[in-house]
């Protein structure tokens, strides 16, 4: 499957790609450390400014910080909550539009 999926591990302001559909998924940091939790409104605002550039991707990610929504600019399409041990978390869908049918 290399030829079908490719990886990036890199900073997230960094986040970019040439196709013009796709999914992101990604399971940033929870914040679970005090100084951690100060940088998550940050690591989420840029995140939604990639994913703004990315229009017709869709974005899918882990966390247990709830500011997500807020800090992305969007309303989720689909929010599940799901436990990561005893960690509450949530797995949160922003669905792009569907790529065209191929012929």
């Known amino acids: 499957v ?3 999926i490719h990886f990036q591990e890199r900073d997230m ?3 970019s ?3 013009k559909y796709g999914f992101i998924i990604t399971n940033p940091p929870y914040g679970e450390r005090l100084e951690e939790k100060e940088a998550l409104p940050a690591l989420y605002k840029t995140l939604g ?4 550039s990315l229009d017709s991707w869709s974005l899918y990610l882990i ?3 709830e500011g997500v929504e ?5 309303k989720a399409d689909k929010n599940r909550k799901i ?3 005893m960690l509450k978390t949530y797995f949160y869908q922003f ?6 049918r191929r012929k």
Not at 49 to 52: A, I, S, T
Not at 70 to 74: H, S, V, W
């Open 2 to 4: 290399d030829h079908l």
């Open 13 to 15: 302001k960094d986040l």
């Open 17 to 19: 790609h040439p196709k």
């Open 49 to 52: 400014e990639r994913y703004k």
């Open 63 to 65: 966390t247990s910080y």
């Open 70 to 74: 807020g800090d992305i600019g969007r």
């Open 83 to 85: 436990y990561n041990g």
């Open 95 to 100: 669905m792009g539009p569907k790529p065209p």
